[in-house]
C-alpha cells in the first residue's frame, strides 16, 4: 500500500487538486535541472506558452525510455550469463519497465495533444525553437538519464522526482497566468488516448496531476531501492 495518492484514471476535483499543487512548495531542484530550466527559460521566455511545454514533454519521456532500454540491457546481461538469473533480478527490472512504459506513455499522450492545440491555434514553429534545440537537450537529457541509470538508479529517481514535481507546478501556474484558458473550450482527435476535458484550464490541471503522480513514483521508486528517506 502507496502512503502517496495516486490520481492516473480516477476521477478527480481536478480544481481542489491544483489548489494543493499551488499551495504546495514543490521538490528542490538538483543543480542540473537547476541549469537546464534556466537554460529553457532564456531560449523560450519565463511566460507559461503551449510551446514551452511541449518542450517539457518532449523531454519528460526520456527518464521512462532511459530506464526501459536499460532494464532490457540489464535483462540481457543477467539471462546471457553462465550464471542463472534470480527472480529479485527479473522481478526488479520488469517493475522499472513498467513505470518506464507507462509514464513513457502518458507524457506521449500529453506531447500529442499540446501539439495539436498549438496546430489549432496556427502558432508558429521554428526551426531553432522547436526543431533544432528540442532535439539537442532531448539527446543530452537522454543521455545524461541513461548514464545516470546504469551507474546508480537511485540518482535516476531522484532527478526525475525533481523534474516531474517541477512540471506539476509548472501546468499549475500556467492555469493562474492565463485567466481566459477558463473559458477556452478545447478539442482533439487526441482525447482518444487521453481523459477529455472541455476547458484548456481543466487540461493543465489535469496534466499538472499527470505529473504529481510521475513525481511520487520516482520518489517511491527512490526509497524503495535505497532503503533512505527522499529528502524533498
Ligand atoms: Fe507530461
Ligand atoms: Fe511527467
Given amino acids: ?17 491544483w489548489k494543493k499543487t499551488l499551495e504546495d512548495e514543490g521538490l528542490h531542484a538538483n ?6 530550466f534556466a537554460a529553457m527559460d532564456l531560449i523560450y521566455g519565463k511566460a507559461r506558452e503551449i510551446d514551452k511545454f511541449l518542450v517539457i514533454e518532449i523531454l519528460a519521456r526520456y527518464p521512462y525510455w532511459a530506464w526501459e532500454v536499460g532494464s532490457y540491457l540489464r535483462l540481457t546481461r543477467q539471462y ?18 513498467n513505470l518506464g512504459r507507462k509514464s513513457q506513455d502518458n507524457e506521449q499522450w500529453h506531447m500529442f ?57 509548472e501546468y499549475a501556474q ?3 497566468d492565463h485567466p ?22 481543466d487540461l493543465f490541471r489535469r496534466i499538472s496531476l499527470d505529473e504529481r503522480d ?4 520516482s520518489w517511491e521508486e527512490y526509497e524503495r531501492i535505497t532503503g533512505k528517506e527522499f529528502k524533498p
Avoid at 481566459?180 to 484550464?201: C, G, N, Q, R
Fill in 1 to 17: 500500500m502507496s502512503r502517496f495518492e495516486y490520481t492516473i484514471g480516477k476521477e478527480m476535483d481536478l480544481h481542489a487538486e
Fill in 31 to 36: 543543480i542540473i535541472l537547476r541549469c537546464m
Fill in 80 to 97: 546471457a550469463n553462465p550464471a542463472y538469473a534470480s527472480k529479485t533480478d527479473a522481478d526488479h527490472a520488469w517493475h522499472h519497465i
Fill in 113 to 169: 495533444i499540446l501539439e495539436d492545440l498549438m496546430r489549432q491555434k496556427g502558432m508558429k514553429r521554428h526551426f531553432l525553437k522547436h526543431f533544432l534545440l528540442p532535439r539537442f537537450l532531448a539527446f543530452g537529457y537522454y543521455f545524461l538519464t541513461r548514464i545516470m541509470y546504469r551507474l546508480r538508479p537511485e540518482w535516476s529517481f531522484d532527478m526525475n522526482a525533481r523534474f516531474e514535481s517541477h512540471a506539476e507546478r
Fill in 174 to 176: 500556467a492555469v493562474v
Fill in 180 to 201: 481566459k484558458w477558463e473559458e477556452e473550450t478545447i478539442d482533439t482527435e487526441y482525447f482518444e488516448y487521453y481523459p477529455k476535458v472541455t476547458t484548456m484550464a
Fill in 214 to 217: 510521475h513525481k511520487f513514483e
